[in-house]
């Protein structure tokens, strides 16, 4: 296990000093994420009052989808590159450095993610919608009250467990289905999924989740007592645009670690 820890940290370091060598891929991550945040609302407070208008917003709506999965598809791969060349930066021209095979790639892999994604948070409502039940299932049978509470508790905490492993397992596999192709994607996928239970890669989920998605959460929610007015609406935009820039700087250092992680052996010689 400490073997484990010690290439999680490794892993973190070098991807922190990959990124600190590459402000224009950070900023223009984190620029293009905003635009397309409002795009995305711009699109939905569009009216439905005419033919032409649902036809511009389906082409809208097309565009962001074509554009988004072009740069995630262009950031993934570079990312990649990056930590299996040992490049001591990424640059921002990468972006635009992929091609139609890894677009078909990418695309069956969203919607493979999101049956995924849907079925496992399916299971985990209905679950969660049953604590009670349990709770007095467990009461019947031991001849105590049981609270339902701790029962929520212990289904949250596997709740979380799963969603870390899963995070992990979907962008490990997606980073060797765009580097390697389909076959060696799913040769490994026991040794992918292996990893992101107990080994290094889910460590540096875990971590990503704590520093990243936590603190954005509490950045994004808290409200400091501000007069109303500009200085309002001012705060507000600072707390979610600081929300949104550390979850796009927590994104590229979980993609940077675990294809970090994900390089084939021969390659360890090499690492930071």
Same mark, same amino acid.
């Given at each position: 296990?400490?073997?484990?820890?010690?290439?999680?940290?490794?892993?973190?370091?070098?991807?922190?000093a990959?990124?600190?060598?590459s402000?224009?891929?950070?900023?223009?991550?984190?620029?293009?994420?905003?635009?397309?945040?409002?795009a995305?609302?711009?699109?939905?407070?569009?009216?439905?009052?005419?033919?032409?208008?649902?036809?511009?917003?389906?082409?809208?709506?097309?565009?962001?989808?074509?554009?988004?999965?072009? *740069?995630?598809?262009?950031?993934?791969?570079?990312?990649?590159e990056?930590?299996?060349?040992s490049?001591?930066?990424?640059?921002?021209?990468?972006?635009?450095?992929?091609?139609?095979?890894?677009m078909?790639?990418?695309?069956?892999?969203?919607?493979?993610?999101?049956?995924?994604? &849907?079925?496992?948070?399916?299971?985990?409502? &209905?679950?969660?919608? $049953?604590?009670?039940? *349990?709770?007095?299932?467990?009461?019947?049978?031991?001849?105590k009250?049981v609270? $339902?509470?701790?029962?929520?508790?212990?289904?949250?905490?596997?709740?979380?467990?799963? &969603?870390?492993?899963?995070?992990?397992?979907?962008?490990?596999?997606?980073?060797?289905?765009?580097?390697?192709?389909?076959?060696?994607?799913? $040769?490994?996928?026991?040794?992918?999924?292996?990893?992101?239970?107990?080994?290094?890669?889910?460590?540096?989920?875990?971590?990503?989740?704590?520093?990243?998605? &936590?603190?954005?959460?509490?950045?994004?929610?808290? $409200?400091?007592? *501000?007069?109303?007015?500009?200085?309002?609406?001012?705060?507000?935009?600072?707390?979610?645009?600081?929300?949104?820039?550390?979850?796009?700087?927590?994104?590229?250092?979980?993609?940077?670690?675990?294809?970090?992680?994900?390089?084939?052996?021969?390659?360890?010689?090499?690492?930071i």
């Amino acid at each position: 296990m400490l073997t484990e820890i010690q290439r999680a940290l490794a892993a973190w370091k070098w991807s922190l000093a990959v990124l600190a060598r590459s402000p224009a891929l950070v900023v223009a991550l984190i620029v293009f994420t905003g635009l397309w945040g409002g795009a995305a609302y711009v699109w939905l407070g569009l009216p439905e009052s005419s033919t032409l208008i649902l036809v511009l917003t389906l082409v809208w709506a097309l565009a962001q989808v074509a554009i988004t999965v072009a *740069v995630f598809a262009g950031a993934i791969d570079s990312l990649s590159e990056a930590a299996w060349s040992s490049h001591a930066c990424v640059r921002l021209r990468s972006l635009v450095g992929f091609d139609r095979r890894q677009m078909a790639r990418l695309c069956a892999w969203l919607i493979v993610a999101f049956l995924i994604t &849907w079925s496992v948070a399916a299971a985990f409502a &209905w679950v969660n919608d $049953h604590a009670l039940e *349990v709770a007095s299932f467990l009461s019947l049978h031991s001849g105590k009250p049981v609270s $339902h509470v701790p029962v929520e508790w212990v289904f949250q905490v596997i709740e979380a467990f799963v &969603w870390l492993v899963l995070a992990g397992f979907i962008f490990s596999f997606l980073i060797l289905l765009l580097r390697q192709g389909w076959g060696a994607a799913l $040769h490994a996928i026991r040794r992918t999924l292996a990893g992101c239970t107990w080994r290094a890669p889910f460590l540096t989920t875990l971590l990503a989740a704590v520093i990243f998605a &936590w603190g954005a959460d509490k950045l994004a929610v808290s $409200h400091p007592r *501000v007069p109303s007015g500009f200085w309002d609406y001012t705060q507000m935009l600072v707390r979610l645009g600081g929300a949104l820039a550390w979850l796009v700087v927590g994104w590229l250092l979980e993609i940077l670690s675990l294809a970090w992680l994900a390089r084939p052996q021969t390659t360890d010689s090499t690492a930071i």
